[in-house]
């Protein structure tokens, strides 16, 4: 009889509140379907406990972690080596052991661009970001890394938007500018793409209005969503229906499941298994 291995090789996320998270759910079908015995794991872990808790996975083996609210920035101190890209972010949603080191990533605004850049580069392209929290900040540097010409942050609150325009300016001078949200933003005439990186509309408030004139959207914009639950928001049905190309924010998630993969395996896992699976929870 061969050897055979009772070991599974583990990773998963570390958040708080973290049981609505619905990632093990795309990861371990692409595990399934890849024919590989890991496990992912949803760990509830408090802000005081993350020191234990990096520790104790490096302790038992772990191949890697992911990291959600509240624990994106505080955990950079807890690793070895930071990515480019994560370095600039300064925040850290995916971990992966190299040895006996521990790697930050930031695959959040790289699974975003995937999406996009499905529909053409983005080089000298100009954006418009609603919104300046952690989902912002990594979907504009990367961006900016990726050669968009022009990009403009929208936030309701002046300090977080300042606080983003000045980490922008530190990966690219002179490409980005803030305006504050106020009313109805007017979406100027030549953008090209228009980010929703809000929580608007987010389960279970998910008839929430976005503050967006829709009269503004021309059918050549490409309008992206980041709530990956539900992926049809009000939003993308009304950006549909004004002729524009929609991308959701199930795409986002998904690549950036599928980069972590990557990482943490050395292979390629299959989207569309991932995205069905999400698809099949949400319904
Ligand atoms: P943060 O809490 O860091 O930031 C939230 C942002 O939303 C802030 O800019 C905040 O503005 C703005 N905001 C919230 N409510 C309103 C409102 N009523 N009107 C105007 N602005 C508002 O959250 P994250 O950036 O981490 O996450 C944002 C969303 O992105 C979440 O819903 C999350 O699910 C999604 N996400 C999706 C991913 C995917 O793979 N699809 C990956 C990561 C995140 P202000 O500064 O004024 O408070």
Known sequence: MAARSFKQELVGVFGQPVAENPTQVMIEAAFRQMGLDWRYLTLEVAPKDLPAAIAGMRAMGFRGINCTIPHKVAVVSLLD??????????????VARQGDKLL??????????????????VKGKSAVILGAGGAAR?????????????????????????ELLQVLEAVAPGRSTFTRW????????????????????????????????????????????????????????????AGCVVLDGLGMLVNQGVI???LWTGRDPDPTVMRQALLDVFE
Do not use: W
Request: charged fraction near 20%; charge should be negative; include cysteine.
């Open 104 to 121: 930050g990533e930031n695959t959040d605004g790289k699974g975003f661009l995937q999406s996009v850049q499905a529909q053409g580069s």
């Open 81 to 94: 080596e930071l990515t480019p890209a994560a370095r600039a972010i300064g925040a850290v949603n995916c």
């Open 260 to 262: 972590g993969i990557q």
């Open 182 to 241: 106020v009313g109805d933003y007017v979406v100027p005439e030549g953008t090209d793409l228009v980010i929703q990186a809000t929580s608007i509309g987010l389960y279970p408030d998910i008839e929430a209005r976005v503050p967006l004139d829709i009269d503004s959207l021309r059918p050549n914009m490409i309008v992206c969503d980041v709530i990956p639950n539900p992926p049809r928001t009000r939003l993308v049905r009304e950006a549909e229906a």
């Open 138 to 162: 990594a979907i504009g540097v990367e961006l900016l890394r990726a050669g968009a010409g022009s990009l403009t942050v929208v936030n309701r609150s002046e300090a977080r938007g300042q």
